[in-house]
């Protein structure tokens, strides 16, 4: 009976923390497709003005090309750094192993107003506050950890015999690596990029303190348009970016299957 009232417990915990996260999508959303003037729930009448508002708006597609660009080159360095890292961390033993692991995983415990501060001061030394280069640079920092995790988890699968069976039969180093070790890293790689993607074009805090004319990402493009206004056309970008990403995730779930990834 303890056990049967233990699992009833957990179940209604688990079902009020599910909805907890879902509650702000089942407020957005709707939101978007209202015809009143203002942002509010529930939603006034329906209308896609809103969507046709945010598809007009030249600043938001600016924005919207520095976030994805920003977050593609800062994924793609990611993915070198955070796959060499899980390489050295996993696969061998050195002295200061337990400090550099943790040196790579910093970012995510630090609060990111203190990174924030940290990054403009160090970029702001050699002239990068401001600048494309500089935001690229601070959102690999904050990006390489979700690698090193994803990488280095799917590593710590593979069995080394494929390796050895590889090199036994002629394969050098490189042709081991491209050839046995990097396909089955796939599902790390790919969850990793996903994070990396996400993280990087969802940034905030650190973007704030980098940014300047001409180099404006979107989250801070639709900070300063709700400064100004607080009408649905915010609902409705934030809709999209949600169907957006919730079609990759499923593109990427039915081809490579990240459950698998999840397990680890």
């Not at 015809?35 to 529930?42: A, D, H, I, V, W």
């Not at 904050?142 to 494929?162: C, K, N, Q, S």
């Not at 970016?241 to 779930?253: M, R």
Request: charged share 15%.
């Amino acid at each position: 009976m303890k056990a049967k009232r233990s699992e009833k417990i957990l179940r209604v915990y688990v079902g009020a923390m599910l909805l907890f996260l879902v509650l702000p999508i089942a407020v957005v959303i709707p939101a978007a497709f209202s015809s009143g003037q203002t942002l509010r729930f529930p939603p006034k009448g329906f209308s896609l003005r809103w969507f046709e508002n945010a598809w007009n708006t030249p600043g938001f597609w600016e924005a919207f090309k520095v976030s994805l660009l920003v977050a593609g080159i800062a994924t793609c360095i990611s993915l070198v750094i955070g796959t060499l890292a899980s390489f050295a961390i996993v696969r061998h033993r050195f002295p200061g192993k337990q400090f550099f692991e943790l040196l790579f995983m910093t970012p995510l415990v630090f609060p990111a107003i203190v990174l924030a501060v940290a990054l403009s001061m160090v970029l702001g030394s050699v002239g990068l506050v401001r600048n494309f280069w500089g935001l690229v640079f601070a959102h690999v920092i904050i990006t390489v950890p979700y690698v090193v995790r994803t990488v280095g988890a799917t590593l710590a699968e593979i069995d080394r015999a494929y390796e050895e069976a590889a090199a036994t039969l002629g394969a050098n180093t490189m042709r081991t690596f491209f050839e046995v070790t990097l396909p089955m890293l796939g599902p790390g790689l790919v969850a990793g990029a996903v994070f990396s993607a996400i993280m990087s074009f969802d940034e905030f805090t650190v973007s704030l303190f980098l940014v300047g004319p001409g180099v404006m990402t979107l989250p801070l493009e639709i900070y300063y348009y709700t400064e100004f206004s607080m009408d649905p056309t915010v609902a409705a970008i934030s809709t999209m970016l949600l169907g957006v990403t919730a079609l990759i995730v499923v593109l990427i779930e039915r081809s490579i299957g990240l459950r698998k990834q999840f397990r680890h």
